[in-house]
């Protein structure tokens, strides 16, 4: 049939929760990833950004995981608050002089107060 | 307030017609973008230009033309589009190709 819309994976959490959100992604050549946040009517944002030489980088209440053994990049956010209910997106850039950011899907955050 | 403007916000256009959205970054970027952004699939990346060059093309329909006259402004102009082009237009710069890309808030752009 045909598609509707792009199905977003949504991840619903109680204020003063943590929150976890996963990416897979595609390429094994990609050395950098950022994580970004798009609220409603807006473009994206920048949240945090980590390079294949390092597995683990901190933030304001938020904390970038990447795993390439198996292509895997978390993002955590601490305490979340509704302020951070919004469509998160992992970028990777395949490397090279051109350095194409490619997204993913993303998923959308939704906080309970 | 990211750096990165684009206007307009809202555009509404008929095949028939030719319009341009315009996108203009004032933190002295070197690299520009143009991404879609639909309903039915990701961020899909559409041009790049690197020093006003345009270095990446991805197998974006001619009805899409962009140009970018220096390192500040970016267009892209649209002709004879088909409704399936509805969609948000997001203009993106960075330092260099591949660093972190800033986005303006986008055109939504809607083909009648």
């Known amino acids: 049939g045909e598609s509707v819309g792009l199905h977003l994976p949504t991840l619903s959490v109680q204020e003063g929760d943590n929150s976890i959100i996963n990416c897979a992604y595609s390429?094994?050549?990609?050395?950098?990833f950022i994580w970004y946040k798009q609220e409603s009517g807006k473009g994206p944002q920048f949240i945090i950004d980590i390079r294949s030489n390092m597995d683990k980088r901190q933030g304001q209440r938020v904390t970038v995981l990447l795993n390439k053994t198996v292509k895997h990049l978390s993002l955590q956010i601490a305490a979340t608050q509704p302020g951070d209910s919004a469509v998160y997106f992992c970028?990777?850039?395949?490397?090279?002089?051109?350095?194409?950011?490619?997204f993913g899907k993303g998923t959308k955050l939704s906080v309970k107060p | 307030e990211t750096g990165v403007t684009q206007t307009p916000r809202h555009l509404v256009m008929g095949m028939t017609n030719k319009k341009s959205l315009k996108c203009e970054q004032h933190l002295g970027h070197n690299a520009m973008y143009w991404y879609k952004q639909s309903a039915k699939k990701p961020l899909e990346l559409m041009f790049v230009y690197s020093l006003e060059e345009r270095v990446e093309n991805n197998s974006v329909p001619s009805r899409f033309s962009p140009e970018c006259p220096n390192s500040s402004h970016l267009f892209l102009h649209l002709h004879t589009l088909q409704p399936e082009d509805s969609a948000l237009y997001l203009c993106?710069?960075?330092?260099?190709?591949?660093?972190?890309?800033?986005f303006g808030q986008g055109t939504r752009l809607t083909v009648v």
């Open positions: 970028a990777e850039n395949y490397g090279g002089s051109q350095g194409n950011l490619i």
């Open positions: 390429n094994s050549a990609s050395d950098y």
């Open positions: 993106a710069s960075s330092q260099e190709t591949g660093t972190e890309a800033f």
